[in-house]
């Protein structure tokens, strides 16, 4: 993720609808007389809500030597996390980086070695504390006990339905075998060569799954509509702020249409949106979007527009015409998908007033098109591509 920006004329600084459990790093700028100084040395920190993951006293690992051989990557279905090199000890905990589980689901989980020239054989453990005691126990193990292996190792996990629920610690381990492949131990245990990680994880009912995508379908100048991607949930309160404000609007809706009024034209917005399944709410879907306007574009609502420049077919295959009233009032012609992309499409000017637009190599969905004017404004059109 990027970063925000925000402004302050105060020195004492706050921020809110950060999400727990969650590191960040924030630096910053004094302005003076219209200029920014340097940056100031970066603070780090991590939001509290980890519970059991950063509550509890684990025990201590030793940091072994990694310099030949390391843990590379943890994949979960197919998901990769490269962690790289850690010097002997990855510690994620807090990080960004963290996994849901749900009660007995199953999961393939793949451990990855990175090598710096051998290809030794390693052995792995890897536990996670399902009662969020604090300990972890051999039963909580589920790499397989002395199973050698060169370059990855796959696993079948299935969370265990009386699992605690919340955060909880996860420990890995990838040790070098070729002396001895015992199982690992999970504490104070003196390795000479592999590598330890540690991350949060968070074991979940499975009642309220997070939602998968909020695609934009419609934008005006003060308002903008949203469609929620399919999901078992009735209710979904969502919450929207003009970026870098303090201030947020909340509402709740039934419906997958989600419809923000009033917005101020030409505007940038951040919007999070969670389902809500038996007073349980899902992790938040983050997306930002900006309006349009007088200073940025002219918007679809125009009643001139559809007699000054015309798309069809709409929606198209594999490519579309514009048709222009007023030729001669067009510089330039651009395509931005609506997360604010640039596509760079072949535009075929077939007859004075008439452009063919090749659209084969755009997938399916929304699309914008900027066509600038020779008086320094421009027009935005929507097409569909299907």
Not at 4 to 22: M, N, P, V, Y
Not at 56 to 64: A, G, H, I, K, S
Not at 210 to 218: G, R, T
Request: glycine fraction near 4%; include cysteine; proline fraction near 3%.
């Amino acid at each position: 993720m990027g970063y925000f920006l925000f402004q302050s004329g105060s020195s004492l600084l706050k921020f809110d609808q950060l999400e727990i459990c969650t590191a960040y790093e924030l630096f910053v700028y004094s302005h003076c007389n219209g200029k920014l100084s340097a940056a100031s040395e970066t603070l780090y920190f991590t939001t509290n809500g980890c519970e059991a993951c950063t509550n509890l006293d684990y025990c201590r690992r030793f940091r072994p030597s990694s310099e030949l051989e390391w843990l590379h990557a943890i994949e979960v279905d197919q998901e990769s996390f490269i962690s790289g090199n850690n010097a002997g000890y990855g510690n994620y905990v807090g990080s960004n980086q963290q996994w849901t589980f749900e009660k007995s689901k199953k999961y393939q989980i793949t451990l990855k070695t990175g090598y710096l020239s051998d290809t030794s054989t390693m052995v792995a453990a890897a536990w996670i504390d399902w009662n969020q005691d604090g300990l972890f126990d051999d039963a909580e193990n589920y790499a397989v006990p002395t199973l050698q292996f060169k370059y990855q190792i796959n696993y079948s996990l299935t969370i265990p339905t009386n699992a605690r629920s919340g955060w909880t610690r996860m420990r890995v381990i990838l040790k070098f075998a070729e002396f001895s492949s015992s199982t690992p131990l999970a504490c104070f245990q003196s390795l000479e060569f592999g590598e330890y990680e540690e991350y949060c994880v968070y074991i979940s009912e499975g009642l309220c799954p997070a939602i998968n995508n909020v695609d934009l379908i419609e934008l005006k100048t003060n308002s903008a509509q949203f469609l929620l991607s399919s999901h078992p949930a009735s209710e979904f309160e969502y919450a929207y702020r003009k970026l870098y404000q303090d201030d947020w609007v909340k509402g709740v809706t039934h419906s997958r249409i989600l419809e923000l009024n009033a917005l101020d034209s030409c505007s940038k917005y951040q919007l999070k949106v969670s389902a809500n399944c038996l007073n349980e709410l899902s992790k938040p879907f983050t997306l930002y979007f900006q309006t349009r306007g007088k200073d940025c574009a002219v918007a679809n609502e125009d009643p001139n527009i559809e007699n000054l420049i015309k798309i069809y077919p709409n929606p198209c295959f594999d490519q579309a015409y514009l048709k222009f009233e007023n030729p001669s009032q067009v510089s330039r012609i651009d395509c931005y998908d609506l997360n604010g992309k640039k596509n760079s499409l072949p535009f075929v000017q077939v007859e004075s007033a008439k452009v063919l637009m090749e659209t084969q190599t755009l997938t399916n969905g929304y699309y914008l098109l900027k066509i600038s004017l020779t008086d320094g404004s421009f027009w935005a059109l929507k097409f569909c591509k299907i």
